[in-house]
């Protein structure tokens, strides 16, 4: 098992590169990833037949080719995730084991059409999907995402199955999707679930069992099985990893049972996204302000949740480090809060959820001195804004100790491409 690691404060170097030649080289703010981590990451999960690379988490098409190098397809959820992937050398088409999937539980017009043209194999997360396809693309196989009627998860942005949840198709309204299927010609040929459970075994046996129940109902044209995403990684000590053994142990025995009844062999998938990547990714601010407010020590940066919006939305904790600029190792430590840049009261990096703005203990900084918002390879760079017409930050791929520009900083002009005054 992968082991939670430490969580300095100075940080010299990221993936063997000094960070201040990193930021001289590729200015500030800007997202460094480290190849290596995500390639650990993806070895971690070989146990499983596939390993589908949600790519909503990061989608950069340097992250996407290190990902296809390393035998993983992706997800799409979208006609523009579609696009990417091809850009990254996935190849589209309905075939046995196939490079990329479109799972979502809407087609937009564009994504129906896109579909239909590459035959790309489709992940339905709402009944109506069916009979859309059906229309378009008779004969198409399909594998249904089923909400077993319960879900998972700390934070109702968060939780991905139950009433509550948007996500996926209704356990019982199974019957009725495979009704639409047979009217549409259309086969079933996977189920695929994504709850989220996190490090709690006990809830992901209650999902087995759930995919089990379903599967048999649907029957023999059921090819594929998946475990969805959700595999956590520790953002602080208290966290830590799944068991990952007992994690496959559990879905191994429920693709036996189900073998054993349908007579054929089961693929048995696995969808991570935040796991492959969250902890490659670091982002490099610089800071640009220091004052007191009454008793607080603010640390201000370059960057905001215009880069980074796990904390505002979701009151996530990242763990934070401090380049100094003069190179120095050891400094006293303080409590600060640290925030963004943004005109927004909100933009603030150390908050809990709900907004209840917090301290951070962190070494003693100055103005030019860089900060470090770690393991924000998921759900960071992907979740970005141009809010106050910040421009997009550059990302970085560290491979082999060397560091590549894999995504150019965005230039004013970009922000304002396909604006128009009318005449
Ligand atoms: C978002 C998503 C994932 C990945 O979730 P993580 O928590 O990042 O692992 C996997 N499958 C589906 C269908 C998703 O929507």
Redesign the pocket.
């Given at each position: 098992m992968p082991v939670v690691g430490t969580f300095p404060t100075i940080r010299s170097e990221i993936a063997g590169v000094s960070v201040l030649e990193l930021a001289k080289q590729f200015g500030t703010p800007s997202y460094i990833y480290d190849a290596a981590s995500i390639v650990e990451r993806i070895n971690d999960l070989k146990q499983f037949d596939v390993i589908r690379f949600?790519q909503?988490?990061c989608s950069n098409i340097a992250i996407l080719d290190l990902c296809r190098q390393n035998g993983v397809v992706v997800?799409a959820?979208s006609g523009g995730e579609i696009h990417r992937a091809m850009k990254a050398g996935f190849k589209p088409g309905n075939v046995e084991h196939p490079e990329i999937v479109y799972?979502a539980d809407i087609f937009d017009r564009e994504a129906l059409e896109m579909v239909v043209k590459l035959g790309i194999p489709v992940?339905c997360g709402s009944p109506d999907m069916i009979d859309q396809l059906g229309e378009k693309a008779p004969g198409s196989n399909i594998t249904l995402?089923i909400n077993p009627g319960f879900g998972h998860g700390h934070s109702q942005k968060t939780n991905?199955g139950g009433e509550q949840s948007k996500?996926g198709i209704w356990h019982e309204q199974l019957d009725d999707c495979l009704q639409r299927a047979d009217r549409g010609n259309i086969a079933v040929t996977g189920i695929?679930m994504?709850i989220?459970s996190g490090t709690d075994l006990h809830h992901l046996s209650q999902v087995c069992g759930a995919m089990e129940k379903v599967v048999e109902t649907v029957g023999r044209s059921v090819k594929t099985i998946s475990a969805?995403?959700?595999?956590p990684i520790p953002y602080n000590t208290k966290q830590s990893y799944v068991d990952l053994d007992q994690y496959y142990q559990l879905w191994d025995a429920s693709r036996k049972k189900l073998e054993a009844k349908l007579g054929h062999k089961l693929t048995l998938e696995i969808?991570?996204?935040?796991?492959l990547v969250a902890e490659s990714g670091y982002l490099l601010s610089e800071i640009r302000a220091v004052k007191q407010m009454g008793n607080n020590t603010f640390y201000l940066l370059d960057a905001g949740f215009n880069n980074l919006a796990r904390p505002i939305l979701y009151g996530s904790y990242h763990p934070m480090s401090i380049a100094p600029a003069n190179g120095s190792t050891s400094r006293p430590e303080v409590d600060v809060v640290v925030g963004g840049p943004l005109c927004e009261s909100g933009d603030i990096f150390t908050q809990e959820e709900g907004g209840f703005v917090c301290t951070r203990k962190l070494p003693q900084a100055n103005i030019g001195d860089y900060l470090i918002l770690e393991r924000a390879g998921?759900?960071g760079f992907v979740m970005a804004s141009n809010y106050n017409s910040k421009p997009l930050a550059a990302e970085v791929l560290i491979k082999n100790g060397k560091p590549h520009l894999v995504r150019a900083r965005q230039s004013h002009e970009d922000i304002t491409r396909g604006e128009v005054i009318p005449a």
């Open positions: 949600a909503k988490a997800d959820v799972t992940n995402r991905t996500h695929h994504h989220g969805g995403g959700g595999l969808e991570p996204g935040r796991y998921a759900y």
